[in-house]
């Protein structure tokens, strides 16, 4: 049972808009803690996909946006395409324990 | 370009010990920190550890403080962790990667990762 809570599956057909939500708590998202979200393509490595809330690294394109308020998060995509069907993982800090977290993922499926 | 590059995994049996390794190259690695995450196969993601940049802090997860131990060598532009006492539930890939961000405070992420490499816990 992770954390930061993801919902297991979202899809979407290409074109369209599919948020993926990160609820937390009062001891890690609640308590100001930046999130971050990862992509993991089939068979690699994640890969940052927006850090600090809102902010995307060089060459993540503008489809991808971030977002928090209070206790949750959400990642938004776009303009779906059939190369952003992946796992996303949303990541934050909890001092209770005092630990860094991963959500347990959210597979995005294009239709 | 930033390269991380994970070695060292394989199957061990119960009880068994690993190390693994990670090479990095395309950036001056003496000026990051840097952890060990891990992925069970058909699951999500841990973070096990991380170090900074002289070795003198480091973080453990609960699940594998006592047991793994996170260090590195700046000359060599490599970072190691040191798994003993293995068990079945250690078995996962297990990635190195860049942290950034302020990490006394919490705020601290994962930049840059490697491919992983898999370590099998089995009799």
């Known amino acids: 049972q992770s954390v930061l809570t993801q919902p297991p599956s979202v899809s979407g057909a290409p074109g369209q808009r599919v948020s993926i939500s990160c609820t937390g708590s009062?001891?890690?998202?609640?308590?100001?803690?930046?999130v971050y979200w990862y992509q993991q393509l089939p068979g690699t490595a994640p890969k940052l996909l927006i850090f600090a809330n809102t902010n995307r690294p060089l060459g993540v394109p503008d489809r991808f946006s971030g977002s928090r308020s209070g206790t949750s998060a959400s990642l938004a995509v776009t303009g779906l395409q059939a190369e952003d069907e992946a796992y996303y993982y949303c990541?934050?800090?909890?001092?209770?324990?005092?630990?860094?977290?991963f959500g347990g993922g959210t597979k995005l499926t294009v239709l | 370009q930033v390269q991380l590059v994970e070695s060292g995994g394989g199957l061990v049996k119960p009880g068994g010990s690993l190390r693994l390794s990670c090479a990095a190259s395309?950036?001056?690695?003496?000026?990051?920190?840097f952890g060990w995450i891990r992925q069970p196969p058909g699951k999500g993601l841990e973070w096990l550890s991380i170090i900074t940049t002289s070795g003198a802090s480091i973080y453990y997860a609960d699940s594998v403080r006592g047991r793994f131990t996170i260090s590195r060598d700046n000359a060599k532009n490599s970072l190691y962790l040191q798994m003993n006492s293995l068990r079945a539930e250690d078995s996962a890939v297990y990635y190195c990667?860049?942290?950034?961000?302020?990490?006394?405070?919490?705020?601290?992420?994962?930049?840059?990762w490697g491919q992983g490499t898999l370590v099998t816990v089995s009799s």
């Open positions: 990667a860049r942290v950034r961000g302020y990490c006394a405070g919490g705020n601290c992420y994962l930049d840059s």
């Open positions: 990541q934050s800090y909890d001092n209770s324990p005092r630990s860094w977290v």
């Open positions: 395309g950036f001056d690695f003496s000026d990051y920190y």
């Open positions: 009062s001891s890690n998202i609640g308590s100001g803690y930046d």
